[in-house]
């Protein structure tokens, strides 16, 4: 059975920093696209940022510049840095892994950006 763990989300104040973590097991995660996807209330989901196996990445709109994804293929990690939070960047964020024709998701963490 395929597990994402995420961890690392909290409570920060606006223009403050977070770092989000995925533990994926049970995966050839060398060979498997992560992604960071996000909820906010009443909102669907949304992609956040994607890495694909070679490291290539890409972001939406919204966060460029402010997040950066990158992956540990050593310890099947993925991160996504969030600085300079907003409070729109309120959601739960959710690590997604894709490895055709599969699809896992995490079970979320939530980021609240608010003083």
């Known amino acids: 059975q395929v597990q994402l763990v995420e961890s690392g989300g909290g409570l920060v104040q606006p223009g403050g920093s977070l770092r989000l973590s995925c533990a994926a097991s049970?995966?050839?995660?060398?060979?498997?696209?992560m992604e960071w996807y996000r909820q906010a209330p009443g909102k669907e989901r949304t992609l956040v940022a994607h890495?694909?196996?070679?490291?290539?990445?890409n972001y939406a709109d919204s966060v460029k510049g402010r997040f950066t994804i990158s992956r540990d293929n050593a310890n099947n990690m993925v991160y996504l840095q969030m600085n300079n939070l907003k409070p729109g960047d309120t959601a739960v964020y959710y690590c997604?892994?894709?490895?055709?024709?599969?699809?896992?998701w995490g079970q979320g963490t939530q980021v609240t950006v608010s003083s």
């Open positions: 997604h892994a894709r490895i055709w024709p599969l699809k896992y």
């Open positions: 049970r995966i050839a995660f060398g060979a498997t696209t």
């Open positions: 890495i694909g196996s070679g490291g290539d990445s």
